[in-house]
């Protein structure tokens, strides 16, 4: 078929299409800076009439449809990247608050206060009988221990924050996953009818963008435009129309309220950075200050126990004498029949060899009869305990001074003795709080002259320095400091023993401090690099260039002007036909 | 490559905020003098400069020490010259009146004199640094002379004990300061002789007044070595302050070499950054002019 009005036809299809293409022109120039937008392109196609004989004629141009230039690979790296970078970038800003508490560079931390504290004691060894060295070095070591409880503090503190990072972040990844699943669900309808629904796409791309930061996630599309969303390890997040929320509770996190703590699910991204910091990271400086403050409570008490004061006292402590709890089993048992039994000592066993004997006032069977045990302890203490019906064989109960004692399965016969001879030595004391709980005893706070400074009981000695010249050693000794190593997120905990000073195992731990946020700044800087130039590749295929839109602009004008000349020829040929006579 | 618009403001912002970030770094090295402001900045040379630092702090509490040792020294050296001294002064009244023919006035007299002497070394042997005697071992707090009637006789006791008072010069290094009476003055026999010449001539035995002298002899000598040993302590003493003052030195140049700026270097490098950072600022500025628009009419 052909005619004047065909080819009005044609012109019509044209000037149709090129306005759309203008259109499309128009809304990326429009969305040049709108984040995330991706161009678009009209896809034009001729229309092609059903030949006749030999004569094909087209039917003008049809617009089809709208496509967006968009590259899945790029944007799955550039996700991924993402999620490392903010992993980074929360360890970083955390790393960089934490690394001034450690800040000795200025030289008035705890490196300066330690130094300090030592001196004191030298100071005091030059004059043991003096009040003011006595009053200064109180001062000194009042100094050391607000340093480490101002560390330990911070570092508690910091910890703690995690935890409300992690609750926002938490309401972040809920938030998102609600809005995918709407847009999942706009998509599903609005593509139903088989035209691609660019701008929401492009809206879900950015959330998808936003929840890979927060943590590691795959996603996948499904034949229907919808994405399905889970994180690395695979806790599903999204899925079609349906999402789930995570909730939290204490440290625990948990998926879709079920009691059952995912949080080693999340890895990377912000929430990744968190839980790291909360649960690896922070929670291995703390531990390694507590066995610093630890260590230099018990070298400095033992010996200032043992010493004299200025008026011939002994047995006092410097430090406030922390019972640290054994971490594992302390001192030797033996005995009679007793049910095999077993135990732990709590605490630091003091100087010399202390025992604890117990015997059994009765007959009977652990775990169903009452048995009741008569103990005997050091320093004439003395009491009795209880077994009933209910023990559990293998249970620790509580004796005395920190020494806990459990039965095993068996019989007890009337007279059976057990005794346990508790002897310092063995000892590996778990040092946990001692950062915290460091401060002065009552038996020097205060009262410069309850410090021992002397080895002798003589009140008239009083220049004898030969205890401050001891404590003063310490500070060259070289001793056996446990050093922590944290991994998987606090999961694996091991230590090894580090030999050397107490002054050396504290700057190695500044130097770690250091190391650890010089990598996280730059890892953060590498994958920022990374992910700019993964921008600049999407960009490249899905960004807008406004001179490419302004020459799309001209070209589809011209176009338009053209197929405007066509209506004008038609018109012009149908007014010479009608002009026929 | 196809370039997007968006690209070249990105490009742009992060040129300009990394060249910005260097300016800061480099900036904050010349204004605070130091290398490193925060233990990220070098690890390494923060736990060698913490480390720097301790042993600087440890030396120079070791010289402070050592000022204390120089006043106990210092003292010493005075009580028991001076007691070497009173010791000659006693031998040489001995050895006038030693020999007979002395009026009673005479004698009189000398008992008079040795009686005086004898107070003043005990007064010697109490000798005070800051309100602590020096001779008393560790008993600082008590005189350690003091003179008692024993079986009717005047005698001089000995308060004190054995030890000698050290102070910490060094790791694991300590120095005897103060010798305790019993060595200094009782083992010489400076008190004995002198109550035993003031009793000879009270009883006008001279023999015995004869024998005196010789003891005093003696007793100089033991005192002449007892100077001895505290002249050659004070140098050891002395050679070791400057020791550790070398030391305060060395260890102070090795701080700051590691923590402070080498400034010629450092503002070189702050106006290669300026200008880095300055024709990125041009370049932005050039880049942003270019646009098709301006060519259209």
């Known amino acids: ?581 | 490559m196809r370039v997007a618009t968006s690209s070249f403001y990105q490009t742009i912002q992060q040129g300009l905020l990394n060249r910005a970030s260097e300016l800061k770094k480099i900036d904050e090295k010349v204004s605070s003098g130091k290398n490193f402001n925060r233990p990220s900045d070098d690890p390494i040379s923060l736990v060698s400069t913490l480390g720097f630092r301790t042993a600087l702090s440890r030396v120079e509490q070791y010289s402070q020490n050592l000022e204390t040792g120089t006043l106990w020294l210092s003292s010493s050296e005075t009580a028991i010259s001076q007691a070497s001294e009173l010791a000659k002064q006693a031998e040489d009244i001995a050895n006038q009146i030693g020999y007979g023919n002395q009026t009673n006035e005479i004698m009189t007299q000398a008992a008079a004199e040795v009686s005086h002497l004898l107070d003043q070394a005990i007064s010697l042997g109490n000798t005070q640094l800051a309100g602590k005697y020096i001779f008393a071992g560790y008993r600082t707090s008590t005189a350690p002379f003091s003179k008692t009637i024993v079986g009717g006789v005047e005698t001089v006791v000995y308060n004190g004990d054995t030890n000698d008072f050290q102070i910490q010069v060094g790791t694991n290094e300590q120095l005897t300061v103060g010798k305790n009476g019993q060595t200094v003055f009782v083992d010489s026999n400076l008190f004995a002789a002198l109550e035993n010449l003031k009793q000879a001539i009270t009883n006008n035995d001279l023999p015995s007044i004869r024998q005196q002298a010789q003891i005093l002899q003696g007793t100089e000598d033991s005192l002449g070595t007892q100077l001895a040993e505290v002249g050659i302590r004070q140098n050891r003493l002395k050679d070791k302050q400057d020791l550790l003052a070398k030391w305060i030195v060395n260890i102070q140049d090795q701080i700051s070499n590691l923590e402070n700026v080498n400034y010629n270097k450092a503002i070189l490098e702050l106006q290669q950054q300026q200008t880095a950072y300055e024709i990125a600022l041009e370049s932005a500025a050039k880049i942003s002019q270019l646009n098709l628009l301006n060519f259209m009419s």
């Open chain 1, 1 to 581: 078929m052909s005619g004047v009005s065909f080819l009005l036809n044609i012109a019509r299809t044209a000037l149709l299409a090129q306005q759309k293409g203008i259109d499309v022109t128009g809304h990326n120039i429009a969305n040049v800076n709108t984040p995330g937008f991706t161009r678009q392109k009209l896809i034009l196609e001729s229309v092609e009439e059903t030949p006749i004989a030999r004569l094909k004629l087209g039917y003008g141009v049809n617009a089809d449809s709208v496509v967006r230039y968009f590259d899945t690979f790029t944007t799955q790296s550039i996700n991924q990247k993402t999620s490392s970078l903010s992993e980074y970038e929360a360890k970083k800003s955390v790393l960089d608050y934490v690394q001034t508490l450690f800040n000795d560079g200025a030289g008035n931390g705890l490196n300066e206060a330690t130094n300090e504290f030592w001196n004191a004691w030298q100071d005091l060894s030059n004059n043991p009988s003096g009040i003011p060295e006595r009053t200064a070095l109180l001062q000194k070591a009042q100094n050391m221990c607000q340093a480490f409880q101002m560390i330990r503090n911070n570092l508690t503190q910091t910890k703690d924050q995690m935890n409300f990072n992690l609750k926002s972040g938490m309401e972040e990844i809920n938030t998102l996953n609600e809005q995918i699943a709407k847009i999942n669900q706009r998509i599903i309808e609005a593509e139903a009818n088989g035209t691609t629904a660019n701008d929401l796409r492009d809206q879900r791309d950015n959330f998808v963008e936003e929840l890979s930061q927060l943590t590691d996630i795959t996603y996948l599309e499904k034949a229907n435009g919808s994405l399905t969303v889970t994180t690395k390890a695979g806790i599903a997040l999204v899925d079609g129309n349906l999402f789930w929320t995570l909730s939290q509770q204490g440290d625990h996190i948990y998926w879709n309220n079920s009691q059952n703590d995912i949080s080693d699910q999340l890895t990377g991204g912000k929430m990744g950075g968190w839980l790291d910091l909360r649960d690896n990271i922070l929670p291995q400086y703390i531990a390694n200050l507590d066995e610093l403050a630890g260590t230099m409570i018990d070298q400095v008490n033992d010996l200032h126990y043992n010493g004299y004061t200025l008026d011939g006292a002994t047995n006092k402590y410097f430090f406030n004498h922390l019972n640290f709890a054994s971490d594992v089993a302390y001192g030797t048992w033996s005995g009679t029949s007793i049910a095999s039994s077993g135990g732990v000592y709590a605490n630091t066993a003091p100087a010399g060899t202390f025992q604890f004997t117990v015997t059994s006032a009765g007959t009977g069977k652990v775990g169903t009869d009452t048995i009741t045990l008569g103990w005997t302890g050091p320093g004439g203490t003395s009491g009795t305990m209880t077994f009933d019906s209910s023990y559990v064989p293998g249970t620790l109960v509580d004796v005395s001074q920190g020494l806990q004692i459990s039965l095993g399965n068996g019989t007890v016969v009337n007279g059976d003795t057990f005794a346990i001879d508790v002897s310092p030595g063995a000892s590996c004391p778990d040092y946990s709080g001692a950062a915290r709980d460091i401060a002065l005893s009552s038996d020097v706070d205060g009262l410069p002259r309850n410090i021992a400074a002397s080895t002798s009981s003589n009140p008239q000695d009083t220049g004898n320095n030969q205890n401050a010249l001891a404590i003063q050693a310490l500070s060259d000794e070289q001793v056996s400091t446990k050093k922590w190593t944290y991994q998987n997120r606090g999961g694996i905990q091991s230590s090894t023993n580090q030999f050397g000073t107490m002054d050396e195992y504290y700057n190695v731990l500044v130097g770690d401090i250091g190391m650890v946020t010089d990598e996280a700044v730059q890892n953060q800087n590498f994958y920022e690099t990374m992910i700019n130039q993964l921008n600049d590749l999407r960009d490249s295929v899905s960004g807008v260039n406004l001179e490419e839109e302004m020459i799309n602009m001209m070209k589809y004008q011209y176009a338009f002007m053209a197929a405007s000349k066509l209506v004008n020829a038609s018109d012009q040929m149908l007014q010479a036909l009608m002009q026929m006579q």
